[in-house]
C-alpha cells in the first residue's frame, strides 16, 4: 500500500483535531530519525574524510529514549518513521531499534536508508523485525567510479544487497543516486535503464549545500531541472502529485517496471510540500535540513513523559519557517547530512 492510501485509512492522532501542522498549514507525518553519525564510507559530498571521532564520545539515544520519542511523535499523528544516520546499521541494536520503533502504536511504517554495510548478509533479517521500506544508495553502477566517491570498492557487494532486498519483499525498495557534475551525470541514462528492468524506484538527489562543502557544491552541482529535461527526453512522464506526498517529484515511463523521483531542494517552491521532521541521534529536534541547529529534546527524554514532549515538540514546529534559505547561499548550520540524516 503506498503512503497516500496508508494515510487515507489511517485515524486521526488521538483526540482528532490533534495532528502536528505549523503556521503555514503543513501537515507532518513522517520522522527521519538518525541513529548515529558514526558512518564507515567516505562520500565526497558527505564526509570526504571520513568520520571523525570527537573527543567525547558520541551520546546516542539509547534505544529506550528512542522508543518515548517515537511515541510522543505519535501522539501527534506522525505515522511514518525513516531510521536513517550516519550509518544507521553500525549500531550494534540497529535491530533492537527497529522492533523497539514499529511496536509503537500509532507507527504505520518503518523505513531505513542505508549504504548497503551488510544489506546482503541482513536484508531479510531487517524485513523480519519491521522495516517495509528501504532506500538504499548507489550513486554509481561502475566499480571504479563507486570506490572513488565512496572510498570503498564494495559496488558487487551493494549490488548483491539490491538481490538480497527484493528477495527479502520489501514493500518499497528505492535507489538513493547523487548526480554530480563530472563525476557520475553521464551516467543517468544507464541508471534509468537498470531501474526501468526492475521493480525498484530510483530517486536522483540533488547535491545540497552543508557547512563543510561549499567549494564541492560550486562545482559538482547538478540543477534537477536538467535532470527532468534529460528524462522527459527519452519519455519519462511526471506523475500527478498524490495529496500529502513529500518534495520529491515523481516520474513513470509506460514501458518501465520502476519510478524515478527528484528529489530537487533548489527548485521553487520545494518547501511547500514539507511534511517531515528530523531528530538526530543526540535527540535535536531539526525543523529543517539547512536550519540552524536543532532543539535538544533529550532532558524530556529522560523519564516517562511523552506527553510534556509532544507539547513542547508542537510549540516548537508552530514555528517552523516557510522556506529554507538556500538562495541566498544560506545553508544553516548542517556541517554534513551524516550530522542530522539527510
Ligand atoms: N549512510 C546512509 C546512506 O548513505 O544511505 C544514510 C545517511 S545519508 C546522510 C542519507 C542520504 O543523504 C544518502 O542517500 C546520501 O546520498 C544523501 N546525502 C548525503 N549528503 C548529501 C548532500 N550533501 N547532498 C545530497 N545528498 C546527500
Ligand atoms: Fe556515510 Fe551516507 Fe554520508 Fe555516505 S552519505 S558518508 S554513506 S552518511
Known amino acids: ?32 530519525l538518525s541513529l548515529t553519525e558514526v558512518c564507515n564510507f567516505r562520500c565526497t559530498y558527505c564526509l570526504p574524510e571520513g568520520y571523525k571521532k570527537p573527543c567525547n564520545l558520541p551520546n546516542e539515544l539509547s534505544v529506550e529514549e528512542v522508543r518515548r520519542a517515537v511515541t510522543a511523535f505519535a501522539q501527534l499523528g506522525l505515522w511514518k518513521v525513516r531510521l536513517t544516520g550516519g550509518e544507521p546499521t553500525l549500531r550494534r541494536d540497529f535491530e533492537d531499534v527497529v522492533r523497539t520503533v514499529s511496536q509503537v502504536p500509532g507507527i504505520h511504517k518503518v523505513a531505513m536508508t542505508t549504504n548497503g554495510y551488510r544489506l546482503a548478509q541482513r536484508a531479510k533479517a531487517w524485513r523480519d523485525c519491521g522495516v517495509s521500506a528501504i532506500n538504499i544508495s548507489v550513486d554509481s ?34 535507489l538513493n543516486a547523487v548526480l554530480m557534475r563530472g563525476v557520475n551525470d553521464d551516467e543517468l541514462e544507464t541508471m534509468v535503464e537498470f531501474v526501468a528492468a526492475r521493480d525498484l524506484s530510483l530517486r536522483f538527489i540533488e547535491v545540497m549545500r552543508t557547512n563543510d562543502n561549499a567549494s564541492f557544491f560550486d562545482e559538482r552541482h547538478v540543477a534537477g531541472q536538467s535532470v527532468i529535461d534529460r528524462l522527459e527526453a527519452v519519455g519519462w512522464q511526471r506523475l500527478p502529485r498524490e495529496v500529502g506526498a513529500g518534495p520529491a517529484v515523481e516520474f513513470g515511463h509506460p514501458e ?43 532532558p524530556l527524554l529522560a523519564e516517562d513523559s511523552e506527553t510534556d514532549l509532544a507539547e513542547r515538540i508542537r510549540t516548537l514546529v508552530g514555528a517552523k519557517a516557510p522556506a529554507h534559505r538556500l538562495h541566498e547561499g544560506n545553508s544553516g548550520a548542517t556541517p554534513h547530512l551524516a550530522s542530522i540524516g539527510g
Do not use: Q, W
Not at 2 to 20: E, M, Q, W, Y
Not at 142 to 170: N, Q
Not at 259 to 284: E, T, V
Open 1 to 32: 500500500m503506498n503512503d497516500h492510501r496508508i494515510r487515507d485509512v489511517l485515524p486521526l492522532a488521538s483526540g482528532g483535531s490533534t495532528r502536528l501542522s505549523d503556521s503555514i498549514g503543513r501537515r507532518f507525518e513522517y520522522l527521519r
Open 256 to 298: 518501465a517496471k520502476g519510478r524515478i523521483g527528484i528529489i530537487a531542494p533548489y527548485s521553487k517552491d520545494f518547501c511547500a510540500s514539507c511534511n517531515r521532521l528530523r531528530l538526530s541521534s543526540d535527540g535535536k529536534l531539526h525543523l529543517c535540513l539547512f536550519g540552524d541547529g536543532g532543539f535538544d529534546l533529550r
Open 141 to 174: 553502477l561502475d566499480p571504479a567510479r563507486f570506490s572513488a566517491i565512496t572510498g570503498h570498492d564494495r559496488l558487487a557487494e551493494v549490488m548483491r544487497g539490491i538481490d538480497a532486498a527484493e528477495a527479502a519483499g520489501f514493500e518499497s525498495i528505492k
